[in-house]
Structures are given as C-alpha cells and as structure tokens.
T-cell receptor, first 114, second 112 residues
C-alpha cells in the first residue's frame, strides 16, 4: 500500500544521545515535512523540504536537523536529545509544497527522552 | 498573526447523534481550508478541502461549511458512529508564503 513509513514506532532514549527518525514515502511526492505533536499544542512544523536537495526550517527547528538526499527519504536527526524533545513525531508528504495539495501523514514515532 | 482556533476542545456524544465542530481563523490571505481526522495512534487523514469560492463540501456523513467573509468553518457529523471517535483538526493554508496553519483539534468521543 502506497504511503509513508516511519521507523521506529516508538523509542526510549537517554538524554544526550543521538537519534535518527526515519521516514520513507513511495508516492514520489516532491514535498516532505516533519511535525511534532504535543498535548495541548497541536502539530508544529520542525523542518520541511519542497524538493530533493533542499530543506527549510519550520516553527520549532532548534535541536533537530534533516537531509533530503533523494525524493523518497527524509530522516530527522536529534544530535543530543533533551527531555523537552519527548513527543510524537509525524512525517508527512505532499505532491508539492505549500497548501494546495493534501498532506499524507505517517503513523508517527513516539519518542521519550529520559 | 495567522491563527486557527477550534471549539470545543473536546466533545462527548451518544452514538447515532449529530454534532458540529467549529473552526475560526485569522489567516490572510486565505488559500484553502482542510479538515483532517486523526484516530488514536495514527497520523491525520484529510477529510475535505474548501477554497474561497466553496461554501459546503461533503464526504459521506461529514459535511464541512465555509464562510470566508466571517472566516469560520464547521464540520458536521451526521448519525455518529463509534468509529468517528477521533481528533478533528482544522488546517488553513495561507496564500502568500504558502504556510500551513494547524488548529489544535477537537477530541470527539462517541459513546455506545
């Protein structure tokens, strides 16, 4: 089934450790996004990429980095995790950047930083 | 400031009843408005999209309305089912910088 695959599904991580959340899509969408979802705050954009080879900062980029080496993959890296990064992380894609095409979301990675 | 406000924060209704969720926005210039459904433990899924010229859009038992003059939208669910228990998120796209602004969602619980 076409869509977005995120891995791992959940992770418990010690503070200070490095972690990469994986995201792969098979829809050949140009744009990809990383969001975090926290209770009471809704979905907040971390980083985005409108096309392979380009990335941009979202609303809450500090402590996170991304790369977009090809169309399908958009990994999110936490260089040195802190407890405030405990959240549910969603990867999404759309045919093109901006809001004119719907976002397709993965099922999330639940990350706990202790 | 571009904002999307949803009400109520949460809602509990009995199976078979109808309900209406509200979304007010201050996004300008307006491009489009989408409603997403998010089941527990899953990512959001798009239900409807409306542009400036559309004032109603249906998807099965879900009907969304848009009043672009008052910057309000509603999502009406008819004859609710247990599977409608989810969070419903209103998302507005801004027409100048292509930003996507999310509401915080309404958590809907359907009781048998």
């Amino acid at each position: 089934i076409a869509g977005i695959t995120q891995a791992p599904t959940s992770q418990i991580l010690a503070a200070g450790r490095r972690m990469t959340l994986r995201c792969t899509q098979d829809m050949r969408h140009n744009a990809m996004y990383w969001y975090r979802q926290d209770l009471g705050l809704g979905l907040r954009l971390i980083h985005y990429s409108n096309t392979a080879g380009t990335t941009g900062k979202g609303e809450v980029p500090d402590g996170y980095s991304v790369s977009r080496a090809n169309t399908d993959d958009f990994p999110l890296t936490l260089a040195s995790a802190v407890p405030s990064q405990t959240s549910v992380y969603f990867c999404a894609s759309s045919v093109q950047g901006g809001g004119n095409s719907p976002l397709h979301f993965g099922n999330g990675t639940r990350l706990t930083v202790t | 400031k571009n904002q999307v406000e949803q009400s109520p924060q949460s809602l509990i209704i009995l199976e078979g009843k109808n309900c209406t969720l509200q979304c007010n926005y201050t996004v300008s210039p307006f491009s489009n408005l989408r409603w997403y459904k998010q089941d527990t433990g899953r990512g959001p899924v798009s239900l409807t999209i409306m542009t400036f010229s559309e004032n109603t859009k249906s998807n099965g038992r879900y009907t969304a309305t848009l009043d672009a003059d008052t910057k309000q939208s509603s999502l009406h669910i008819t004859a609710s089912q247990l599977s409608d228990s989810a969070s419903y998120i209103c998302v507005v796209s801004e027409g100048r910088d292509d930003k996507i602004i999310f509401g915080k969602g309404t958590r809907l619980h359907i009781l048998p």
